[in-house]
């Protein structure tokens, strides 16, 4: 069974759309997590979630939405997307929220493609 | 702001031989130190952490990593390498302004050649 598990895997769309992707991990774990991945490889934290409650908000533009119907479950909404959103966003989940004694496990990462 | 640094892209090794991938680290205070590797089309697996206590940490895979204070090093270390050791690794650190944050390094893509 996949801990983290990611939909979609790939994702092409045409700028100006609105896009979800779904994020569910069955470790049991409370805190959850999205990163994005960009062409470079370089990875940064755009939210995360305890419990249910946003914790982590990064400077991210406001077309990105995220919501966590509970604590298994972490989907990303974007709204009117641009070329600039192509890339890989990972989700994550932990144990606890800090990150000193809890790793991160990530799922397969979901590469959105905008045209 | 805390941060680390890989100043490798790349580390090209043949199998059998040590491979090292190099993290140095900026930050104020004892630093929570990560390593995490990224297998192709693949999320990222945590490999070891070093917070406190021996400065010689031991990971997943036969992987160590040294936690060294005076070169603000954490360098990740493997004394043979194998051709399924081709990966990213990414170095991170824990932001001292938030327990909740880790920050990346940019990454070293390993290529081990058989």
């Known amino acids: 069974d996949t801990a983290v598990s990611q939909t979609p895997k790939y994702l092409v769309t045409q700028m100006g759309n609105d896009k979800s992707i779904k994020c569910e991990q069955n470790l049991g774990h409370d805190t959850m997590y999205w990163y994005k991945q960009d062409s470079k490889k370089f990875l940064k934290i755009m939210f995360s979630y305890n419990n249910k409650e946003l914790i982590i908000n990064e400077t991210v533009p406001n077309r990105f939405s995220p919501k966590s119907p509970d604590k298994a479950h972490l989907n990303l909404h974007i709204n009117s997307l641009e070329l600039g959103d192509s890339a890989v966003y990972f989700c994550?989940?932990?144990?606890?929220?800090?990150?000193?004694?809890?790793?991160?496990?990530f799922g397969e990462g979901s590469r959105l493609t905008v045209l | 702001a805390q941060s680390v640094a890989q100043p490798e892209d790349q580390v090209n090794v043949a199998e059998g031989n040590p491979l090292t991938v190099k993290c140095t680290y900026s930050v104020s205070g004892n630093p929570y130190l990560f390593w995490y590797v990224q297998y192709p089309n693949r999320g990222l697996q945590f490999l070891l952490k070093y917070i406190t206590g021996d400065n010689l940490v031991k990971g997943s895979y036969g992987f160590e990593a040294e936690f060294n204070k005076s070169q603000t090093s954490f360098h990740l270390k493997k004394p043979s390498a194998l051709v399924s050791d081709s990966a990213l690794y990414f170095c991170?650190?824990?932001?001292?302004?938030?327990?909740?944050?880790?920050?990346f390094g940019a990454g070293t893509t390993v290529t081990v050649r058989a």
């Open positions: 994550a989940s932990s144990q606890g929220v800090n990150v000193g004694t809890s790793s991160l496990f």
């Open positions: 991170a650190v824990r932001d001292l302004s938030n327990d909740y944050k880790l920050s």
